[in-house]
């Protein structure tokens, strides 16, 4: 339940002075890996998940729409908790991820479409515009230090 991607082509990757054309493409799919877990947790209203995929230094940002900037890692875990606190399973679908990666760390942009259900069964589709930054923590292990959602205006 979840996520449909689109196809790997329909994305813009750019690898910015990270080594070799293999080391590249490792890196990305590392971001790639970590940027769908995130997005998988929040579908799936899992907060442990959601803990696995944030980097538990201070410095971590997350601002949800309509809410104020959380700051350090409690803060930000607190968030996720009062977010995910009752809400059914949704879907969440990105439109053209844009994908930034560097020597450590990595940004990803972009639009996307969450549907979920009322407690009267009725469908509620949202639109929203994200940004997520990743930074390498190990070779291979990458975790969010900031999120930020804001809803589509009209």
Do not use: N
């Not at 949704?90 to 020597?103: A, L, N, S, V």
């Not at 639109?127 to 997520?132: K, M």
Request: hydrophobic share 45%; net charge neutral; glycine share 10%.
């Amino acid at each position: 339940m979840g996520w449909r991607w689109l196809v790997v082509t329909a994305m813009a990757v750019s690898l910015v002075g990270c080594g070799d054309r293999a080391a590249r493409q490792d890196r990305a799919q590392a971001v790639e890996k970590t940027f769908r877990a995130f997005y998988e947790a929040y579908a799936q209203g899992d907060l442990a998940a959601m803990g696995q995929v944030w980097s538990a230094e201070p410095y971590v940002r997350c601002q949800h729409p309509s809410g104020p900037l959380l700051v350090g890692s409690q803060a930000v875990q607190q968030g996720w908790q009062a977010a995910l606190a009752g809400v059914g399973p949704r879907t969440i679908e990105p439109h053209q991820p844009q994908f930034q990666i560097g020597i450590d760390m990595a940004w990803v942009a972009a639009k996307y479409t969450v549907r979920s259900r009322r407690a009267d069964g009725q469908e509620e589709i949202a639109y929203l515009w994200g940004i997520d930054i990743f930074e390498e923590k190990r070779p291979g292990v990458w975790k969010i230090v900031y999120h930020q959602a804001v809803w589509e205006t009209l």
